[in-house]
């Protein structure tokens, strides 16, 4: 179904995200054809250009060579540019999820005792270690991200491999008892019964207003390391409860019934090629509605 629509709201739990489009309407329905169409005529795009990369190489004059040098640096920047969209984008993906089930309150960090540089072997143990789990307990949920640890060690030498994968994971499952030696135990056991690869740590995280913008701020641009290029950044449940998006007519209703009256806790206008001015705001409900 398409629709256009100036006024979008997302609603993340208790989080309320709003998009006034001041400029023009925004079309809703297509957008996900779109970029399936706009990733193949890239792809082919890079192939044609790799391939005419190859004959300049063998049979290019200086002229061509310089040429080819040019669009190489041009296409850099915009994958670079692409790299700063999509590590906003998948940031505030994972932030929504996060913050649209608060049950998940017990942040694990998994890590290899062996190195483990390539990811691949990696993402596989790791959904070993998911499978181990929710045999056991059915009702266990997550959102993980992986991550790379710093290429040198502490002297400044390189590693030659790069650094080791590690996961973050908030989750519905941890220790009743959080004493230091309880804590200690439990780690030690569900590290020797479930992650069977390195070491397991545990932190509980109830006291936090914006789970989602917590467990952010452990997503550095590591996290896009260039073994990531084309690889899954996130992994989570797929039972999880999924943020709200709203438009149009439903989207005033919500907004002044529950918004309106709240005073938000972060504004901005920003422009684009595509929206057009824009006026967003941020707001935190008192309760879940």
Same mark, same amino acid.
């Given at each position: 179904?398409?629709?256009?629509?100036?006024?979008?709201?997302?609603?993340?739990?208790?989080?309320?995200?709003?998009?006034?489009?001041?400029?023009?309407?925004?079309?809703?329905?297509?957008?996900?054809?779109?970029?399936?169409?706009? #990733?193949?005529?890239?792809?082919?795009?890079?192939?044609?250009?790799?391939?005419?990369?190859?004959?300049?190489?063998?049979?290019?004059?200086?002229?061509?060579?310089?040429?080819?040098?040019?669009?190489?640096?041009?296409?850099?920047?915009?994958?670079?540019?692409?790299?700063?969209?999509?590590?906003?984008?998948?940031?505030?993906?994972?932030?929504?999820?996060?913050?649209?089930?608060?049950?998940?309150?017990?942040?694990?960090?998994?890590?290899?005792?062996?190195?483990?540089?390539?990811?691949?072997?990696?993402?596989?143990?790791?959904?070993?270690?998911?499978?181990?789990?929710?045999?056991?307990?059915?009702?266990?949920?997550?959102?993980?991200?992986?991550?790379? +640890?710093?290429?040198?060690?502490?002297?400044?030498?390189?590693?030659?491999?790069?650094?080791?994968?590690?996961?973050?994971?908030?989750?519905?499952?941890?220790?009743?008892?959080?004493?230091?030696?309880?804590?200690?135990?439990?780690?030690?056991?569900?590290?020797?019964?479930?992650? +069977?690869?390195?070491?397991?740590?545990?932190?509980?995280? #109830?006291?936090?207003?914006?789970?989602?913008?917590?467990?952010?701020?452990?997503?550095?641009?590591?996290?896009?390391?260039?073994?990531?290029? #084309?690889?899954?950044?996130?992994?989570?449940?797929?039972?999880?409860?999924?943020?709200?998006?709203?438009?149009?007519?439903?989207?005033?209703?919500?907004?002044?019934?529950?918004?309106?009256?709240?005073?938000?806790?972060?504004?901005?206008?920003?422009?684009?090629?595509?929206?057009?001015?824009?006026?967003?705001?941020?707001?935190?409900?008192?309760?879940?509605?």
């Amino acid at each position: 179904m398409i629709e256009l629509y100036d006024f979008k709201l997302i609603k993340s739990g208790k989080e309320i995200e709003v998009y006034h489009y001041k400029d023009k309407k925004m079309l809703r329905g297509y957008m996900r054809r779109k970029r399936e169409i706009e #990733r193949k005529n890239e792809l082919e795009k890079e192939k044609k250009e790799n391939e005419w990369a190859e004959i300049v190489e063998i049979w290019g004059c200086d002229e061509e060579k310089e040429k080819l040098q040019k669009e190489q640096a041009q296409v850099k920047e915009e994958q670079t540019l692409k790299t700063k969209f999509s590590i906003s984008r998948t940031r505030t993906n994972i932030r929504r999820l996060v913050n649209t089930n608060p049950y998940l309150n017990q942040f694990l960090t998994l890590t290899f005792a062996k190195s483990m540089p390539s990811l691949d072997p990696a993402n596989n143990l790791f959904n070993l270690f998911i499978k181990r789990i929710t045999y056991n307990y059915p009702e266990f949920r997550y959102i993980a991200v992986n991550e790379f +640890q710093k290429d040198t060690y502490f002297d400044g030498r390189i590693k030659p491999e790069g650094g080791s994968v590690h996961y973050h994971l908030l989750c519905n499952l941890g220790p009743k008892d959080t004493s230091t030696e309880k804590l200690f135990q439990w780690e030690r056991k569900f590290a020797t019964k479930y992650w +069977q690869n390195g070491f397991v740590k545990i932190k509980e995280v #109830r006291q936090v207003t914006n789970m989602g913008a917590y467990f952010c701020k452990y997503l550095g641009k590591d996290m896009f390391d260039k073994r990531m290029f #084309r690889k899954k950044k996130f992994f989570c449940s797929q039972t999880l409860d999924k943020p709200v998006e709203m438009t149009g007519d439903k989207a005033f209703s919500f907004f002044n019934k529950y918004v309106k009256s709240i005073t938000p806790i972060f504004e901005k206008t920003f422009s684009s090629e595509y929206t057009g001015k824009v006026d967003y705001s941020a707001y935190s409900l008192l309760e879940n509605v």
